[in-house]
T-cell receptor, first 109, second 119 residues
């Protein structure tokens, strides 16, 4: 599974877009980019995943660079409830997710 | 639809005792996973069941840990005897399919976790 690199922490004002970067330069052609988050005291929560194309769902958008070496998770209108640790994971599937240290996103009023 | 449920939510036991954690996956999910986070460390994979069979148990730390999934429904994770370093939060997750592809549901749903404290 691909090793990913994320900034340890980020801040975002409520209502603004939160853009969380992830580097995965060693990702292989068949590995997906998954994003999960963990809100304090809860279990990890799936957000979105993608392979090559950009993806969007009700929670977020995922922008993957053409060379697939990096991606950005976008929360279009961050709320206080989006404060969490966000994990970028490169994996063939969900059989064995390797969680790194993630990015601690703090959304402030 | 009920999510992944874990029991108990908290457990405090003494070193040397036995503890059994239970996980009820989402109904119909063949895949069941156990993960744990020990204090200050990252969330680590423990093992993966497909129905009642252990697909991958490469993350199990040692033979004090025993996971079962009789009948392919709920799963238990027993720690016997418990040691201080076993303290942490144990998460269970389940998924419908692990097929890699655009049309497959590859989302893993996690439970709230069991916080285990060994004193």
């Amino acid at each position: 599974d691909a090793k990913t690199t994320q900034p340890p922490s980020m801040d975002c004002a409520e209502g603004r877009a939160a853009n969380l970067p992830c580097n995965h330069s060693t990702i292989s052609g068949n590995e997906y980019v998954y994003w999960y988050r963990q809100i304090h005291s809860q279990g990890p929560q799936y957000i979105i995943h993608g392979l090559k194309n950009n993806e969007t769902n009700e929670m977020a958008s995922l922008i993957i660079t053409e060379d697939r070496k990096s991606s950005t998770l976008i929360l279009p209108h961050a709320t206080l409830r989006d404060t969490a640790v966000y994990y970028c994971i490169g994996s063939y599937n969900t059989d064995k997710l390797i969680f790194g240290t993630g990015t601690r996103l703090q959304v402030f009023p | 639809e009920a999510g992944v449920t874990q029991f108990p939510s908290h457990s405090v036991i003494e070193k040397g005792q036995t503890v059994t954690l239970r996980c009820d996956p989402i109904s119909g999910h063949d895949n069941l996973y156990w993960y744990r986070r020990v204090m200050g460390k990252e969330i680590k994979f423990l093992l993966h069941f497909v129905k009642e069979s252990k697909q991958d148990e490469s993350g199990m730390p040692n033979n004090r840990f025993l996971a079962e999934r009789t009948g392919g429904t709920y799963s238990t994770l027993k720690v016997q005897p418990a040691e201080l370093e076993d303290s942490g939060v144990y998460f269970c997750a389940s998924s419908l399919s692990t097929w890699t592809g655009r049309d497959a549901n590859t989302e893993a749903f996690f439970g709230q976790g069991t916080r285990l404290t060994v004193v």
